[in-house]
């Protein structure tokens, strides 16, 4: 959705009220992450990722145009706990100018919908009959690089829409239905990796995490630990909206620290897990930060869901949306690989 602030400045010249009108554009937030795809080991051709992405696209592509019938998917299908979730991609193509894929991934909505007014005297629209006939959909955009020799995604960030693991989801139901890939992973880019933290963690000093109920059921089998569990209780007894946990195993302003071993543990296996659950299990937390020491006495921080590689490009509709969206991703990718393209 496109939202544009009109802010009004009023000053004098020559005696004479003038308006000034600014447009405050709109920020949209990117996150990257490389897209893992593996054929089939019967595969008898060689086959790469980029070759596997292209057939997908025109697969999803020819479905829309030639079959004129989208392939909608609902994530929760057969899950008699959980409400649907169905996903639409309705453009996937790829650009020759800006050499990329362009992409928009839908999540159909028929529940907790926007309400409609005239503009003319702010009366409700009858949605009943608008639902007849259009689907309301919150929209994702993305973009994929293929110019370094395998998939690079940068995937809008849209906190009631499709997100990472929803485009991952639907590439891979995609991908095993022509046979294409039997693995379709998200590998998300960020500033500090997991691998970093465990090889380098001594001593955990503080923990937090904040996290939804009804998630806490569906975290990757992996992560299904006692911990978990015992807030699973807990949240079964109280109802609540989110669950926080602190952890301190340092005083502040006190040398005294509490025994280490049992938490360092714990972080260790939950850290593995999260690498295991990969983007499905990290997009159950709403915030984990960890304060940890690291071999050599070093202080320092890791931020599981703020710790990503980001982009924030403003925009004032759709196609300026796409225009800044390629430059910055071509400067990000510069920037991280080097001007050096594959053959």
Avoid: W
């Amino acid at each position: 959705m496109t939202i544009n602030y009109i802010v009004e400045k009023y000053i004098f010249e020559n005696n004479k009220l003038i308006t000034m009108t600014d447009i405050v554009k709109a920020e949209a937030l990117f996150h990257f992450f490389d897209l893992n795809l593996t054929p089939y080991n019967d595969s008898k051709t060689l086959v790469n990722a980029n070759q596997i992405l292209k057939d997908t696209a025109h697969h999803i592509y020819d479905s829309l145009r030639t079959g004129n019938k989208a392939i909608v998917i609902d994530r929760h299908e057969g899950s008699t706990t959980r409400s649907e979730r169905r996903l639409v991609i309705t453009q996937f193509a790829y650009s020759l100018p800006d050499k990329k894929y362009k992409g928009k991934i839908r999540l159909l909505r028929d529940k907790d919908l926007p309400a409609f007014l005239k503009k003319e005297d702010y009366s409700e629209v009858d949605f009943d009959k608008i639902k007849e006939e259009y689907f309301v959909a919150e929209t994702t955009s993305f973009y994929i690089d293929v110019e370094r020799g395998f998939p690079i995604v940068a995937c809008q960030f849209n906190s009631n829409g499709p997100r990472i693991s929803d485009v991952e989801y639907y590439l891979r139901h995609v991908c095993k239905k022509i046979k294409s890939a039997k693995k379709v992973e998200a590998l998300i880019h960020m500033k500090h990796t997991v691998g970093e933290v465990l090889g380098s963690i001594q001593e955990v000093l503080k923990f937090d995490m904040k996290i939804s109920p009804d998630l806490l059921k569906y975290l990757n089998p992996d992560a299904k630990e006692s911990f978990f569990n015992n807030m699973n209780g807990l949240s079964g007894s109280i109802d609540p909206f989110f669950l926080r946990i602190e952890a301190f195993f340092q005083i502040q302003g006190s040398d005294k620290k509490a025994k280490n071993g049992k938490s360092l543990a714990f972080i260790k296996r939950l850290l593995n897990q999260i690498v295991k659950g990969g983007e499905e299990t990290i997009e159950n937390f709403e915030e984990f930060n960890l304060k940890y020491m690291k071999t050599g006495g070093e202080v320092a921080e890791f931020v599981l869901v703020k710790d990503r590689e980001e982009m924030k490009v403003p925009y004032l509709n759709t196609r300026e949306l796409a225009a800044a969206a390629v430059a910055q991703f071509d400067q990000y990718l510069e920037k991280k690989y080097g001007t050096q393209i594959s053959a």
